[in-house]
């Protein structure tokens, strides 16, 4: 018999919205299952049920895709921009399947990101307290103090709460700036650039170089691939620190 899975699961697989969004959509009237509206969050469904999503017939996705972009500055990680600013979809051309960003880098950010279609793995590898350690290039202005270095790695004060262990090292160090690498283990809003502003080192300059124990190896800036099996199992295995299913 097919697997049964819960509905906003199913929803997220059918890469119609990220399990979050799936759940809004539920909760708002805007699924059937069988005919019937579905409000509750507990309901199972296969393939074998009509699931439909404001009156239209969902299906999952025949084909889950994982890609890695070296994103360059100039693009937003949103699917569309209310200011007509180029996203990174732009930059995935020819790719069949509706595949969105996983988790946001900024506009002038540079490097790596995930973007897929399974809608299960977006939500769990950004879920609070699930996050991957992300590893950053920064280019600050100035050269921070051992002790500034020390604050760093142990936490700043963003919105209130102390951010969580960071590693931190200086690899380079120019007339007026210099090179750091920071590994972060959240996922805040602007993080990098506020936990360095914080400090009194702006960052001129970010790249994300690694997600966990994937990296952007020598991809050019823009350019695309598809990850190998390998590495969907290791960016899917990494995201609560064990293996967790097989992508269904
Ligand atoms: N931290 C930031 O400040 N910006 C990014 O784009 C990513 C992490």
Same mark, same amino acid.
């Given at each position: 018999?097919? +697997?049964?899975?819960?509905? =906003?699961? @199913?929803?997220? =697989?059918?890469?119609?919205?990220?399990?979050?969004?799936?759940?809004?959509?539920? !909760?708002?009237?805007?699924?059937?299952?069988?005919?019937?509206?579905?409000?509750?969050?507990?309901?199972?469904?296969?393939?074998?049920?009509?699931? +439909?999503?404001?009156?239209?017939?969902?299906?999952? +996705?025949?084909?889950?895709?994982?890609?890695?972009?070296?994103?360059?500055?100039?693009?937003?990680?949103?699917?569309?921009?209310?200011?007509?600013? !180029?996203?990174?979809?732009?930059?995935? =051309?020819?790719?069949?399947?509706?595949?969105?960003?996983?988790?946001?880098?900024?506009?002038?950010?540079?490097?790596?990101?995930?973007?897929?279609?399974?809608?299960?793995?977006?939500?769990?590898?950004?879920?609070?307290?699930? %996050?991957?350690?992300?590893? @950053?290039?920064?280019?600050?202005?100035?050269?921070?103090?051992? %002790?500034?270095?020390?604050?760093?790695? +142990?936490?700043?004060?963003?919105?209130?709460?102390?951010?969580?262990?960071? %590693?931190?090292?200086?690899? %380079?160090?120019?007339?007026?700036?210099?090179?750091?690498?920071?590994?972060?283990?959240?996922?805040?809003?602007? =993080?990098? !650039? #506020?936990?360095?502003?914080?400090?009194?080192?702006?960052?001129?300059?970010?790249?994300?170089?690694?997600?966990?124990?994937?990296?952007?190896?020598?991809?050019?800036?823009?350019?695309? #691939? @598809?990850?190998?099996?390998?590495?969907?199992?290791?960016?899917?295995?990494?995201?609560?620190? #064990?293996?967790?299913?097989?992508?269904?």
């Amino acid at each position: 018999m097919e +697997e049964k899975i819960r509905l =906003q699961k @199913y929803i997220a =697989q059918c890469g119609i919205a990220s399990r979050r969004h799936a759940e809004e959509m539920i !909760k708002a009237g805007r699924v059937r299952v069988n005919g019937v509206k579905v409000t509750e969050m507990g309901t199972l469904v296969s393939g074998r049920d009509k699931v +439909e999503v404001d009156g239209k017939p969902i299906k999952k +996705e025949k084909r889950l895709v994982y890609i890695m972009l070296n994103k360059p500055a100039g693009y937003v990680t949103t699917v569309s921009d209310p200011q007509g600013r !180029k996203t990174v979809l732009d930059l995935v =051309q020819g790719v069949e399947e509706r595949v969105y960003p996983v988790g946001r880098l900024d506009y002038d950010t540079t490097g790596l990101l995930i973007l897929t279609n399974d809608g299960d793995f977006a939500y769990k590898s950004t879920h609070p307290g699930h %996050e991957t350690k992300k590893t @950053y290039i920064a280019e600050v202005s100035g050269l921070p103090s051992n %002790e500034t270095l020390r604050t760093l790695r +142990e936490g700043v004060v963003l919105d209130g709460t102390p951010t969580s262990p960071a %590693e931190v090292e200086v690899i %380079e160090i120019r007339d007026k700036s210099s090179v750091l690498k920071i590994i972060i283990h959240e996922g805040r809003n602007r =993080q990098v !650039k #506020r936990m360095c502003e914080a400090v009194g080192h702006p960052v001129l300059k970010l790249k994300r170089t690694a997600i966990g124990k994937l990296t952007l190896g020598n991809l050019k800036p823009g350019e695309w #691939r @598809y990850l190998s099996g390998h590495e969907i199992k290791l960016v899917r295995g990494i995201k609560n620190g #064990r293996k967790t299913g097989t992508g269904k």
